[in-house]
């Protein structure tokens, strides 16, 4: 088997990221898959070492990370202002599907996670940190906090 040496800083590195019991193996393996699927090491790299600001699939645009702070918002409140992390998540796909490109569909560069699902939690953060969520429900609920059930019944009057 052949043996590849790496520096300790970005030894250090792959220990900062890698997930639960995966080995530095797994972690190489996994990063070489995400460099295939998605054209190589330009593809999310600019000059060896910096990520892109910027991530499009060819010239496809995405959704801004704005576009998704009223809707989830709504399926909150169509969800009874609280619900499970898996309920949201079906409930936002079905509401955005029409909106949602190429490039809303692609793997972050980490390959974890979608990026309209990153946005979407990107998004429950800032409404956490607005007031309209609440920051103390059980881990795995989201839920309106009381503002966030007032804001949602004005906007909801607004339409009457």
């Known amino acids: 088997m052949p043996v590849v040496r790496i520096s300790e800083e970005t030894f250090k590195d792959m220990e900062a990221i890698r997930s639960g019991f995966e080995t530095p193996a797994a972690l190489v393996a996994r990063a070489v898959r995400f460099l295939k699927e998605h054209g190589g090491p330009t593809a999310s790299v600019k000059d060896g070492r910096q990520p892109t600001k910027k991530r499009r699939i060819g010239s496809a645009p995405s959704l801004p990370q704005a576009a998704y702070r009223e809707p989830l918002l709504e399926c909150l409140h169509e969800l009874g202002g609280k619900a499970r992390t898996a309920e949201i998540r079906a409930a936002m796909e079905r509401k955005l599907a ?9 793997l972050q560069p980490s390959g974890a996670e979608v990026r309209w699902w990153n946005l979407t939690m990107w998004t429950r953060k800032n409404l ?33």
């Open 128 to 160: 956490v940190e607005e007031g309209l969520l609440r920051d103390d429900s059980e881990r795995g609920v989201w839920e309106l906090s009381e503002l966030g059930r007032r804001h949602m019944q004005q906007r909801a009057a607004g339409r009457a």
């Open 98 to 106: 029409a909106r949602l490109g190429p490039a809303d569909r692609a």
